[in-house]
């Protein structure tokens, strides 16, 4: 069957015009650790199709800890990880090119989980918390709030690893841990345990990238047209999040293997409300953990927040009118 001019054109046209995703997949490897509604965007990138959508042949790899994934850029076993502003600074300090590219969550939004018994944050002092593992995100998140309420958790506390979110709550029921560190819907399922919503550290607007797009320089150099896509699709799952509330409920759901209504419906209200519609990678969210370890870290009182971070990706999508096109402004 011949295929007219006309068509053919406009076949080249829709491939090739400004904005549109390539044909062709580049295969890339993305990894990710923790089971919190934090992830929702890796999550919808991958199953409602975004990555594919730019051109993208992703696999995307579940680890169990953050430390662990920031092995597997720096070895090259992944292209991107989702990780937090810890994961991104103490490997950059330690000499690693590592470089945000964007952000999906730039708060503190989890809470402090306590006993009952325990009825404000100066009655922690003295007692044990629970977090996943000692250097993760959740560990990081925890000492830094509690720093914040003028408590030492190196000297007034005592900070172990229990495990992932089923098993701080185990920890707490048994005595081990008087307190965790917890998000939206396992909060819901903390209380009907009869635990304490203790502190909703969202509530302090600390600038922080709990969970943002990092890669390595090397692969911005190498790859830009790799990330760009890359950006751009978690992009477009953000506004997915925002626009689709069931559909993302039912996502979280299905992930956190959790059929909760109220739970569920508490969760996507505190991480939408959390979720940017324009992502960029700010310097502030880095400059929160470089000026909490700078006592402790001199290479961190010396580092400048802005070359942990590249703008130019966001930047890209916002001055193009992408953004503004996807929430129809």
Do not use: C
């Not at 044909?23 to 990710?32: D, F, L, T, Y």
């Not at 739970?263 to 940017?276: F, H, I, K, M, S």
């Amino acid at each position: 069957m011949r295929l007219s001019f006309s068509f053919v054109l406009l076949i080249v046209l829709l491939t090739f015009a400004p904005g549109a995703p390539a044909v062709a997949q580049e295969r890339m490897r993305i990894a990710w650790a923790g089971s919190t509604p934090s992830n929702t965007p890796i999550w919808v990138a991958d199953q409602k199709g975004f990555f594919k959508k730019n051109g993208l042949n992703a696999e995307v790899i579940s680890i169990s800890a953050s430390t662990i994934v920031i092995q597997a850029l720096l070895t090259g076993e992944v292209d991107f990880i989702i990780a937090p502003s810890a994961t991104l600074v103490t490997s950059r300090l330690a000499g690693a090119d590592t470089v945000m590219v964007s952000t999906n969550l730039p708060l503190f939004i989890d809470h402090i989980v306590s006993l009952s018994e325990i009825t404000s944050v100066e009655q922690l002092k003295g007692k044990t918390g629970g977090v996943n593992r000692l250097g993760t995100t959740s560990d990081m998140t925890l000492r830094l709030a509690l720093r914040r309420f003028g408590i030492d958790p190196e000297k007034e506390t005592k900070i172990i690893a229990t495990g992932e979110n089923p098993q701080r709550l185990a920890a707490l029921s048994r005595n081990i841990t008087q307190f965790t560190l917890l998000g939206e819907p396992l909060v819901r399922e903390a209380e009907k345990m009869g635990f304490r919503d203790l502190f909703d550290i969202g509530t302090l607007k600390i600038p922080y990238h709990v969970n943002a797009v990092v890669t390595r320089e090397k692969t911005v150099k190498e790859r830009r047209p790799l990330v760009n896509r890359v950006v751009r699709a978690f992009t477009e799952a953000i506004h997915y999040i925002k626009t689709n509330k069931e559909d993302t409920k039912a996502l979280i759901g299905k992930n956190l293997k959790s059929n909760d209504p109220e739970g569920l419906e508490r969760a996507y209200t505190a991480y939408n409300a959390a979720y940017p519609e324009v992502p960029y990678p700010s310097a502030e969210g880095v400059k929160t953990l470089l000026d909490d370890i700078a006592p402790r870290t001199p290479k961190a009182a010396t580092a400048d927040p802005k070359t942990f971070v590249d703008m130019s990706f966001v930047q890209e999508l916002e001055t193009s009118g992408f953004i503004k096109q996807l929430y129809k402004r």
